[in-house]
């Protein structure tokens, strides 16, 4: 899998859709995604298109089974959340995690369990400073 590193353009959010069920499924046909999708069920032809522009952008390969394709995801899950994390922190946050975070707590309202495991994660890390 490539490194969370590289460079890659973004995705649509269709094919995000496509990337979080690949994600999950490991690898697949264009019917085993389509069978996860939710109801409405897209057109094989839609499918095939989002997993050939992903195919394009470099997030999945295939390899050839009979008159098929499987489908193998090329950039893991988390190094793209990982991705798209920074951009959101960096976009809208001046890069600075405290004001993402006074944000959700601000916008989101999270319970005291969640506040307490945040905390717990904070002192966490500053432990191991």
């Known amino acids: 899998m490539k490194k969370h590193n590289e460079q890659l353009p973004a995705l649509t959010k269709g094919e995000e859709s496509v990337m979080q069920i690949l994600w ?7 019917y085993d995604i389509i069978g996860k999708m939710a109801d409405p069920k897209p057109k094989y032809s839609t499918v095939a298109t989002f997993i050939k522009m992903l195919e394009t952008k470099g997030y999945v390969i295939h390899r ?8 193998y995801p090329t950039f893991e899950r ?21 004001n993402l975070m006074a944000f959700y707590i601000e916008r989101e309202k999270p319970s005291t369990e969640e506040l307490g495991a945040l905390a717990v994660q904070i002192n966490a890390a500053l ?3």
């Open 24 to 30: 999950t499924l490991g690898d697949g046909l264009v």
């Open 64 to 71: 050839e089974e009979g008159r098929f394709y499987r489908y």
């Open 78 to 98: 988390d190094n793209y959340a990982q991705r798209v994390l920074k951009n959101v922190l960096n976009t809208y946050f001046d890069n600075q995690f405290g």
């Open 127 to 129: 432990e191991q400073e």
